[in-house]
């Protein structure tokens, strides 16, 4: 059974597993309230929005963007391999046409629903990376994800990799590492390292604080809290120093510059607002280091769609329009923020008998804007004929923490690779300036 369609939410053929998963989150969320305190992570709740904080920030820096395509995007038909006449054969209805391909060479092009994203590509901003993913394939949205973003294979310990590369700053801002689009922090950022999470700014104010009220709400708040000592009277200290200060700023309005447009329909909503969001906090430089997007679901088993019409065709264009009017708005502030992408795992080669794709293993990450060596293809492509496939699958020759890698050694170069990724063999692409 999937969710019932509505105008703003149509009905995803995706599998049980991550129809599941978007179910539970929110009870998860709320059964692990009690485990952050024990962690020794200073929590609180503003209305539906979890916050982690502590004090200090260090604004101007470099910014890390982590889009993440929920679900499993089908990387073959991103960054599609129109060079590989096993593409051709694995995918008769739903394969894009070697014809019909952006910034094409010998082997690879992006689908042209990408188009708002070539001048990016043109002018060297934009790369793309094939055939990464996992060690070892698992087709799990639950367990794939955590491995991901948990990246340390050898550790049974749930630290992600984003907590533990903030972490070695020592006290950090309560803007070091913010998720956008849900008050569920990600596996990324779970860790001892204060982080924030939120699916707006506007949901961090206090209720009633508006007006002449404002000032006695907040006073009120921390009478409460005031001679009391540990980790929640630290969380509530710091999250109304949040809510009256940060949140308040950024629930201000706020005009996208250089002329830079969002989409706003279905299915680029939640991502624009986001990386509106984004912008924003860029912009206010008060200490951000890494932004942690969801973009999903792609988990397309069925109606995956050709390269005229589709769920796929509709994701792509929304995501590319998103991106491009992200570094639109950001202007010369971009020249010190990385987008990055990742996915639990990528689709099969071969579409199934629903037109669609299952759960598969190989895929491809994007990386957009500062130090980027753009306008190229990286990995190594194991090639798709069936004795190179993995159990119908793209094989993976690029493990993706290289990728992640050589982005937080080339823009974060105090950060120690061997503690954010440990046990990595670290052999980067060369896709970083």
Known sequence: ?????????????????????????????????????????????????????????????????????????????????????????????????????????????????????????????????????????????????????????????????????????????????????????????????????????????????????????????RAVWDGTAGPLSQAAADALSISQGLATKMSASYRPANGATYPTAWPGTELSEALRDAANLIKRDVGTSVISIDFGSWDMHADYGNQGSGQMQGMVGAFAAAVAAFFTDLGTVGDRVTLATISEFGRRVAQNGNRGLDHGWGNMMLLAGAGVKGGKYYGRWPGLSDGKLVAGDLQVTTDYRNVLGEVVSRRFPEASLGEVFPGLSYAPLGVMA
């Open 1 to 221: 059974m999937h969710p019932t369609a509505t105008a703003a939410t149509p009905a995803h053929a995706g599998c049980e597993e991550f129809d599941r998963a978007a179910r539970a989150s929110r009870r998860g969320f709320l059964q692990g309230m009690a485990a952050g305190a024990g962690a020794l992570v200073t929590t609180s709740v503003f209305g539906d929005t979890f916050v982690e904080a502590a004090h200090g920030a260090t604004p101007g820096g470099n910014v890390l963007v982590v889009v993440s395509f929920r679900g499993g995007i089908d990387g073959l038909g991103v960054v599609v391999p129109h060079g590989d006449p096993g593409y051709y054969r694995a995918r008769p209805s739903i394969a894009v046409a070697p014809t019909s391909v952006l910034a094409g060479d010998a082997m690879f092009g992006l689908h042209p629903r990408m188009a708002p994203l070539l001048p990016m590509w043109q002018s060297g901003r934009l790369a793309a990376v094939h055939a990464v993913g996992l060690e070892v394939p698992n087709r799990s949205h639950f367990k794939a994800i955590e491995l991901v973003e948990d990246s340390d294979p050898r550790s049974s310990v749930r630290r992600g990799w984003v907590n533990r590369m903030i972490g070695q700053r020592g006290i950090v801002g309560p803007a070091e590492a913010v998720h956008l689009t849900s008050p569920l922090s990600p596996t990324m950022f779970a860790g001892p390292a204060p982080t924030m999470a939120t699916d707006g700014f506007k949901t961090l104010t206090l209720p009633g604080a508006t007006g002449a009220r404002r000032a006695k709400r907040y006073a009120g708040q």
